[in-house]
DNA sequence: TTCCAGCTATGTTATCGTAA
DNA sequence: TTACGATAACATAGCTGGAA
């Protein structure tokens, strides 16, 4: 039977534009005028007879028609791209990059990616290590896990589990001639601090403490390394319990201080709010919610 | 089978309107 | 002022069909 498909170079751009939600984005990544896509995806909302985008001022978002049309084009370009890859002998495979904080990228994420490659062995996933904020347009970014609130201009966040940063030491600084008991009890202890992280400052003065910069220790970059100077009694860090559920399980870190008040941080996954995720970034944001029960 | 004129699809630049 | 999409006019490559 002979098919009805509408124009096939109209719906790559309808595909490029929805992906984006943005002409010109998606005139750049097809190597084309945004004129060429707004011609485009004209001639396939007249070959539909109705409406695939709301124009807005300077911004675009798709109809319901063409929010119900966005994943199966965009699925079946994917499959065809992979197939016509395959046919000529270059397995091409969809690359996702996720950048991390250290901490969970160490603590969590690493033991439970053999379970998304396996779910997912077509996606090449790349991990990358910063607490900066990432700049979606300028670094080569499709997602971010991130610590603080949430609030991040330009983005979409999802909450992932609660991560209240506490004090965390050796039970050995609990005995000792400085016994931790109160938070003013910090002066006589060296404070861990992870590398480009603020949190000892703004935690000492919940506390209402100063953060004197006599109060300062080491810096250290590894998060890894960073537990385990604490483990052996080097000093005190600032660490989220449920980063460091097995270590508080096993005895080998305690806290020593009831929580203060104020905002409850979490970890979040973010995303420009300008694209829609792609099959790899929606397939890790599926994995991600799940394993840590936030889809629930 | 080849050549060629006309048609069509697809793209460009220039310009305009709109709103942040 | 800037960013973005729409429109008009035009250019070009490829397709189609008829003639040799």
């Avoid at 539909?48 to 049309?69: N, Y």
């Avoid at 030491?169 to 006589?188: F, Y």
């Avoid at 400052?201 to 970059?221: K, N």
Wanted: aromatic fraction near 8%; charge should be negative.
């Amino acid at each position: 039977m002979r098919r009805r498909l509408p124009p096939l170079n109209a719906l790559r751009a309808f595909e490029a534009g929805a992906g984006h939600l943005n002409f010109t984005r998606a005139a750049e990544e097809l190597s084309v005028t945004p004129t060429a896509i707004s011609h485009q995806v004209r001639q396939l909302e007249e070959w539909f007879g109705l409406p695939l985008f709301k124009r807005g001022s300077r911004r675009l978002s798709l109809t319901e028609a063409g929010a119900q049309l966005y994943p199966v084009v965009a699925e079946a370009l994917d499959r065809i791209a992979e197939s016509a890859c395959r046919i000529r002998g270059q397995p091409d495979r969809p690359t996702l990059t996720v950048s991390v904080t250290p901490t969970f990228g160490s603590r969590w994420l690493a033991a439970r990616l053999g379970k998304f490659w396996i779910e997912h062995p077509e996606i090449d996933l790349r991990v990358h290590h910063s607490v900066h904020l990432v700049d979606f347009k300028r670094d080569d970014v499709d997602l971010a896990v991130r610590w603080g609130l949430g609030a991040w201009p330009g983005t979409v966040s999802e909450r992932l589990m609660d991560a209240v940063a506490m004090p965390l030491c050796s039970p050995a600084l609990l005995t000792g001639p400085h016994p931790l008991r109160e938070p003013v009890d910090l002066e006589h202890h060296v404070l861990l601090h992870e590398k480009d992280r603020q949190e000892w400052t703004e935690w000492l003065i919940a506390a209402g403490l100063d953060d004197a910069p006599g109060r300062r220790g080491p810096v250290i970059d590894d998060p890894n390394s960073l537990v385990r100077a604490a483990i052996a009694g080097h000093g005190v860090f600032l660490g989220s319990v449920t980063m460091m559920n097995a270590e508080l399980d096993s005895g080998a870190l305690v806290a020593p201080f009831a929580r203060a008040g104020g905002p409850e941080p979490a970890y979040f996954l973010v995303r420009p709010d300008d694209a829609s995720p792609g099959r790899a970034a929606h397939a890790f944001r599926e994995f991600i919610l799940a394993e840590t029960g936030a889809g629930e």
